[in-house]
């Protein structure tokens, strides 16, 4: 898909994103969220003290804002692991994702589905 056709279609590809998170895997949604962030900004740059905070916090789950915090560090993490991949190839990743992950939710996501076809 073209990122003109993307910028066209952008609130049908956030709409089908929020109604993803509550039904798809976390894992699906931390590899999602990467593809954007690496497809629109790059690179991550983490900062070593930020590293080794996060490395510690993994370890101290013990309420829904540690757990939270968590699933931002893994999700730091899958974006810092596309570092080198150029912004066209992870949009293209992105896209497809997004799709797969809506075939993967089955019925309920025929009209996203139909909607980024458009």
Sequence with gaps: MSKGKFERLRPRFFEAEDFLLSRAPEEDNIILYAYFKQSTQGDAMLVQHQTEFIDQM???????FCRLFIVHAFARDAWKSLEGTSEDEAFECYCNKLVEMLKDVGEDAKEHLDQLDG
């Excluded at 993994?58 to 829904?64: E, P």
């Design 58 to 64: 993994k370890w101290h789950v013990v309420d829904l």
